[in-house]
Structures are given as structure tokens and as C-alpha cells.
């Protein structure tokens, strides 16, 4: 009949071909350890049925490095070994600190906090400088990086001297005079002498200074005062020379020109100072990686215009 159907016998019949996909599947291996592991996990549940649904952050487990830490804290602050009271007071302070801690996170209040922060991004330099830590460097690497950075190590110029002071306020005007007519009696004289002590106003701070470099000098007397000293001979008396704070008769007793050590003199300095360039390079390496990663976007060029105008009629105003 035309617009039949007819069946095919030579097809497998609908049980025959679910029965051949099982056994198929029956074979498979990954179905073998899907299923002994699910074996697994349920006898695990059936025996230990307090630890399922358990969260991780719910347990506070202290090891025995953290006594240790705890130990050692304890031992820094300069206090004898601590006893069995002592030690359970430092943990139940930790306990205490990571519950608190834990309850912040859980709140969210470390998000937005500036000191927070500072210091997770300060951990992560620190991390930084773990992770790529200095290698130990070789003799003549640190000679040639040495060369190229003498300056570094420099040893400023120093003098020893004795002065003489001569008070503004009370000599007024003729202050200067006063000190040079002191000079020319002190002429020849050697700089123990009796007679200078005899001629010169009493000074608020030292006499007497030895070794001093010239920022030294500066910092009490000023810079040209410091200047000019640098520029005398020792062995005599000689100025008048002008500071901050009157004017001096001065005796020079010794100068040590400025000079480069050798390498062998400070090359445990020299060793410091390329680790130091190490870890700073490193961190900007990791740092630039990092960056990478990111898209910073900013506000458009007008609003920041304008917020740097609103800054500069603040700083103006009355």
C-alpha cells in the first residue's frame, strides 16, 4: 500500500540497543571512578558526619611555630622566659586578636580603609623583595658596580678647630672691629694661649669641634661661615670670619681632604649598598608586571584641570 511503513527487521529492537549502551558504558574507566568515589565520599559522610559542612574559617589553629613566634616576642621585650600562665595569656591574646580579625573581614571592614591599605600593599613589596631575594654577588661584580658608583662612597672633608666669639648684641656696631683688633693681638700667639680666652665673649654652644664636615658646620654656624673656614691654613689664628651669630676668630688645628675609600676598605658598605639596588629593582620589576594587568582609568582631562585650579584659589585665599 503506497504511504505505508514498513518495518525493518534487520534494525535491533529498542531494549536491545539500551541494554547494548550500558554495557558500553560499564566499560568506560572514568565511569569506574566516579563511582568509587562517590563510595567514598558517602562512607566518609556516614562516619564522620560532624566534619561535613564545616567551614575552614570557623577553625583558629595555632601551630608550634606560632608559640614559638609568641616566645620569641616575648623574649624581645627584654623579660625572663615566660611561664606556663604567661604562655596561656600570649595565646589566648592571639585567639582573641584572630576572632576580632576574622569578625572585621566577615563585616567588611577592611575595605575602604586607608591604613589597611597601606600596609596590604607594603606586605606585597615586602613579599616582593622574599620572592626574588638578592643572590649572594661575586667579588668582581661588586668591583665593577662599585666603580660605577664611587660617588656614593665619598668621605666628605672634615676639620678640627677652635674659635673665638664676638657677640653682636652686645658689641653692636663695632662687633667686627672688635674681633679683628682681637686677631691682631693673638698674632704669633699659639692657640692655647691665655690671652684668648681673656678677649672673646662667652659662646652658647661649643668651642671646641673635631672632625667636622662642612653640613656639620653648617648646621650650627651657617654655610658661609663653613665655606670660609674650609678655605683656611691651619696653624694660626686668622678671620675675623662672619656666621649666623656674630663674628670668630678662628684656629684652624687640622684638615682631612675628601676622599674615595678603597674597595677593600668598605666592601662590606659597597655589599649593602648593590643589595639594596637589587631589592629596589626588584621591586619595580614585579610591581611593572603586576601593573600589567590592570586598565587605570581616569577622570577626563577638564576635571582634572579644573580640581588643580580649585587646589591652586584655595592656597590663595585668605
Known amino acids: 500500500m503506497k504511504g505505508s511503513v514498513g518495518l525493518n527487521h534487520d534494525e535491533p529492537a529498542s531494549g536491545e540497543r539500551t541494554s547494548s549502551f550500558l554495557k558500553r558504558w560499564g566499560r568506560e574507566p572514568l565511569l569506574h571512578f566516579l563511582l568509587i568515589g562517590l563510595a567514598l565520599f558517602a562512607g566518609y559522610r556516614a562516619l564522620n558526619p560532624e566534619a561535613i559542612g564545616r567551614d575552614s574559617s570557623d577553625r583558629i589553629v595555632l601551630t608550634e611555630d606560632d608559640l614559638r613566634q609568641l616566645r620569641t616576642s616575648w623574649l624581645t621585650q627584654g623579660r625572663p622566659s615566660p611561664t606556663q600562665e604567661d604562655m596561656s595569656s600570649l595565646i589566648q591574646s592571639k585567639v582573641h586578636e584572630e576572632i576580632l580579625y576574622r569578625e572585621a573581614l566577615a563585616l567588611g571592614l577592611d575595605k575602604g580603609d586607608t591604613i589597611v591599605k597601606r600596609r596590604l600593599a607594603q606586605k606585597m613589596e615586602f613579599l616582593a623583595e622574599d620572592l626574588t631575594a638578592a643572590r649572594e654577588p661575586k667579588t668582581e661584580e661588586l668591583k665593577a658596580w662599585f666603580e660605577k658608583n664611587r660617588e656614593r662612597f665619598t668621605l666628605a672633608s672634615r676639620v678640627s678647630f677652635r674659635h673665638l666669639y664676638f657677640s653682636l648684641d652686645r658689641r653692636g656696631a663695632r662687633v667686627k672691629e672688635a674681633a679683628a683688633s682681637a686677631r691682631e693681638r693673638l698674632d704669633g700667639k699659639p692657640a692655647a694661649s691665655p690671652v684668648a680666652a681673656t678677649l672673646a665673649d662667652a659662646f652658647m654652644f661649643q668651642n671646641d669641634y673635631r672632625d667636622r664636615t662642612l653640613d656639620q658646620i653648617s648646621d650650627v654656624f651657617g654655610t658661609t661661615f ?13 678671620g675675623p670670619i662672619e656666621s649666623g651669630l656674630g663674628w670668630h676668630v678662628v684656629w684652624v688645628e687640622s684638615m682631612t681632604p675628601g676622599r674615595t675609600p678603597t674597595f677593600e676598605e668598605i666592601e662590606p658598605d659597597i655589599k ?47
Open 226 to 238: 663653613a665655606t670660609a673656614l674650609f678655605q683656611l691654613t691651619p696653624g694660626s689664628w686668622q
Open 272 to 318: 649593602s649598598g648593590w643589595i639594596d639596588e637589587q631589592r629596589i629593582e626588584s621591586r619595580r620589576r614585579t610591581f611593572d608586571a603586576m601593573k600589567a594587568r590592570y586598565e587605570v582609568v581616569l577622570p577626563n582631562r577638564l576635571a582634572v584641570v579644573g580640581m588643580m585650579a580649585g587646589t591652586a584659589e584655595a592656597k590663595g585665599a585668605p
